[in-house]
């Protein structure tokens, strides 16, 4: 299990494919002395995502892997992961990488693989996560973060985060809402492991000396 050794810092590589919104959470939080992760590295499949603009002027190193250079998934991901082990990668954050992994790279970063999906999983899972939830007609959405298995969006939950749904949003509105907790959780999440306080056990998630949140949300309410 990903975790920092002897008070170094554990080193993040962050996948992206796009805007990168993400990617600059975990870049504010690291900038804190204190945090206990930095960015060795990030990688993302399409060369001019917006994200990579975000790293030049912390001086964050980066790589472009494009998929389509590639004949196949295999080589590929082999690529890749021997770009993230040069750089001495403890835990990897897919953060928008918008490609499907293969079982052979999942596995080999078994529990030190972590994505952020716009939903409450198992809910929603894939592609245009808040038209399907807004057309569901769900009351509460929100974010989760957790580790990779190989079915998609799947594997073990370590946190979420849960917004209501207004009666006039659409896709949009409700995606800025849920983004602004991505950006709250995800650091989080990413300290938690770090400071070696995240177990995993049959599949389910125990973190060390944390408290549940007292609030409830109920959504809506009536205020008559
Ligand atoms: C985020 O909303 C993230 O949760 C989502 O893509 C967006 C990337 O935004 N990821 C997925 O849907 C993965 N299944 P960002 O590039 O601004 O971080």
């Known amino acids: 299990m990903a975790e920092r050794k002897g008070g170094t810092k554990l080193k993040l590589g962050v996948l992206i494919s796009g805007r990168g919104s993400n990617l ?17 590295l990030v ?4 060369p001019n995502a917006k994200g990579l603009e975000r790293c030049r002027q912390p001086n ?15 080589s590929f991901e082999a690529e890749l992961d021997k770009t ?9 954050c897919l953060a928008g990488f918008m490609r499907l992994l293969t079982d052979t790279f999942v596995n080999r970063w078994h529990d030190r693989l972590i994505n952020i999906h716009p939903s409450l999983l198992p809910a929603f899972k894939g592609i245009n996560v808040h038209e399907r939830a807004v057309e569901a007609g769900v009351r509460i959405a929100g974010c989760t973060v957790h580790y990779v298995r190989p079915a998609m969006d799947d594997g073990p ?7 209501p749904v207004h009666p006039d949003d659409d896709a949009d ?15 989080l999440v990413v300290s938690l492991i770090a400071e070696g306080r995240v177990r995993v056990a049959s599949e389910r998630v125990l973190i060390d000396d944390v408290h549940s949140s007292e609030e409830t949300l109920i959504n809506p309410i009536d205020r008559r």
Not at 24 to 40: G, M
Not at 43 to 46: A, F, G, I
Not at 174 to 186: D, K, M, P, S, W
Request: charged residues 20%; hydrophobic residues 50%.
């Open 24 to 40: 600059q959470a975990l870049i504010d939080a690291s900038a804190n002395p204190d945090y206990p992760a930095e960015i060795a």
């Open 43 to 46: 990688v993302s499949n399409v």
């Open 60 to 74: 964050i190193a980066t790589a472009v892997i494009d998929h389509k250079d590639f004949d196949d998934r295999e």
């Open 84 to 92: 993230l082990r040069a750089s001495g990668v403890g835990l990897v």
């Open 157 to 163: 939950i370590i946190v979420q985060a849960a917004v």
């Open 173 to 187: 509105t409700l995606a800025a809402r849920v983004l602004t907790h991505e950006h709250r959780i995800y650091p």
